[in-house]
């Protein structure tokens, strides 16, 4: 008994020290322009100012545009990955481990090292400065096919057997039996998916040049000049720009303790 309480006081203090920085990061969007840079822990005389000025028409839109991108990179991301990763874990076709292998080394290949080419494929195709440059390229991740890929493997394959018998083709048994039964595997990944696509700030910077398909992150960065950078907005703006992601992760946060729960019984 003494030991988990001593264990529950260990967890606690991990909890908070890392919220603190978060903690910090909404204190100080409170400030005022001349408390901004004053160490404490609550603002002297508390505003909404910050926040107020952060609200501009560029940064709305900048969040749109990534909610857009975050979203639909995330979606079709989950269906794509999930149908590759059972097709290669659940069916038979010449050259399957060939294919996976092949797959599954390009997570050996660092990001930085295809940004060059792949931005040359995208110029080439016509795609930069549009949400296609933004979107299509975040589609192709090994990470997700693996996680599905090591999901499937045990796979009841009872289910599937009882499918075929009622006669559902294999698309029909993957989107109504197999896809709803995989949301232990689900949840995790799109939280991973939507986190990794709303704080990518290097590849929406290289591809796109217009303001009007901005993401959060580039819109961030170009508040900071080297001739004066508004702080106190540029915090606001990254505080109010960490609530969909806070947003996010308590509406899942069930659905993920449940599929972790569900992963460790199986």
Known sequence: MKNHKISAICLVLIGLLFLFPIYILFMTSFKSVNEIFVVS???QKATLGSLQDALK??????VKNSLFVSVTVTVVAMILHAMCGYAVARMKFPGKTAIFTMIISTLMIPTTTILVPLFMVCKAIGITNSYSGLIIPAFFNAYGI???????LDFPGELEEAAEVEGCSRLKM?????LPLSKPMIVPLTIAFFLGTWNNYLWPLIVNKKAEYYTVQVYLANLVSGYGTPW??????AALAAVPVFILFLCMQRQLVDGIKATGIK
């Open 41 to 43: 822990l609550w603002p």
């Open 57 to 62: 028409p560029d940064f709305i839109r900048s």
């Open 146 to 152: 693996f996680l599905f890929h090591q999901f499937y």
């Open 174 to 178: 993957f989107f109504q039996i197999v």
């Open 232 to 237: 106190n907005i540029l915090i606001a703006s």
